[in-house]
């Protein structure tokens, strides 16, 4: 499996954007996605994951109602709706699949699989 994560870039303080992650291959709808994001000097931190067949979500709770993850398994794709945005958002945003699981995964070491990450930069 592989994944390509897009949709970073430069906004200001209120403002959004939208990650997506597409995979290849074709047991996309098969495996459950995550989203992680990473700042400079900072750990890996988990943002959001989805169910593989998109039924179920969670979040980091510092970050609900502000970010919505979804997918389209017909396209291969997930997505990362980021609304608000904030300085402190800024970091490296990367996507990661892990195949089923009876439960959704927040520890990085839980997936497989991951893109190469896309930049977010918040300013003020």
């Known amino acids: 499996v592989q994944l390509q994560a897009s949709g970073g870039g430069l906004v200001r303080a209120g403002g959004s954007l939208r990650l997506s992650c597409t995979a290849s291959g074709r047991t996309f709808s098969s495996y459950q996605m995550g989203w992680f994001r990473q700042a400079p000097g900072k750990e890996r931190e988990f943002v959001a994951a989805i169910s593989p067949s998109g039924g179920v979500t969670c979040y980091v709770d510092s970050l609900k109602g502000r970010f919505t993850i979804s997918r389209d398994n017909a396209k291969n794709t997930v997505y990362l709706q980021m609304n608000s945005l904030k300085p402190e958002d800024t970091a490296g945003y990367y996507c990661?699949?892990?195949?089923?699981?009876?439960?959704?995964?927040?520890?990085?070491?839980?997936?497989?699989?991951w893109g190469q990450g896309t930049q977010v930069t918040v300013s003020s």
């Open positions: 990661a699949s892990a195949p089923g699981g009876s439960y959704l995964y927040s520890r990085y070491y839980e997936y497989e699989y």
